[in-house]
């Protein structure tokens, strides 16, 4: 039996070791430029969907929003349209009206005082609620008198519900607002 023996080259021992020739080094490889694009394009497409999720919730934050708006003044309308009137301050004649005592109401209160200084936002008010109709200025009004109660220049009625406990509050804002109704008409007789 005769010994042979084969020398095999160290190419030919490591087949990978032809792949790091110059030639192939530079088509299956990346520069560090290209990695640092290719990691930054993903990173800017990354931003943009994440930016435009954000977008998404606030367009469907705004749509809810819009929504609950909506909903509230359904119900605060409501609520004002089944409030009972007093009718020693209010005739129920069609549309209601004041009667004596309801502008006498109006005067000791301190709202016509109030809503002479502070027409503009009164009238601001209403003009948000969109009214088209007068029974919409009717219920703006009504409705602008509990809006506003809070803010500072209410201070002179407020003390007057203080002094005077056996008035109902909620009675006299809706004296109040047919007297802002009667106002805003006034000025504004292209409303049907």
């Known amino acids: 039996m005769e010994n042979t023996t084969t020398t095999i080259g ?12 110059p030639q192939n080094h530079a088509t299956n490889s990346f ?16 931003a943009f969907i994440y930016i435009g ?5 606030l367009d469907d934050l705004k749509e809810t929003t819009k929504k609950v708006k909506y909903n509230l003044k359904v119900i605060a ?6 409030s009972v009137f007093n009718p020693k301050e209010l005739e129920s ?17 301190g709202f016509e ?5 502070h027409k503009d936002k009164f009238f601001n008010f209403i003009e948000s609620e969109e009214a088209k109709t007068k029974y919409d200025v009717e219920i703006a009004s009504i409705k602008s008198i509990s809006a506003l109660f809070y803010k500072d220049f209410f201070g002179p009625l407020k003390n007057y519900f203080y002094d005077n406990p ?17 106002e805003y008409l006034k000025e504004h007789t292209d409303i049907d």
């Not at 160290?10 to 020739?21: F, V």
């Not at 640092?36 to 497409?45: F, P």
């Not at 004649?93 to 209160?109: A, D, F, I, R």
């Not at 056996?166 to 009667?182: A, H, P, S, W």
Request: proline letters at 3%; a negative charge.
């Open 166 to 182: 056996e008035i109902d509050e909620n009675q006299t804002k809706i004296t109040l607002g047919v007297y802002l109704r009667d």
């Open 77 to 82: 309308d409501f609520l004002i349209s089944n």
């Open 10 to 21: 160290i190419a030919d021992q490591n087949p990978a070791s032809s792949l790091a020739t």
């Open 113 to 117: 005082k109030i809503f002479n200084e």
């Open 31 to 46: 520069s560090l430029f290209e990695i640092l694009l290719m990691v930054g394009v993903l990173g800017i497409l990354g």
């Open 53 to 57: 999720r954000k977008l998404q919730i």
């Open 93 to 109: 004649y069609s549309p209601l009206k004041l009667t004596e005592l309801g502008m006498q109401k109006v005067q000791n209160s």
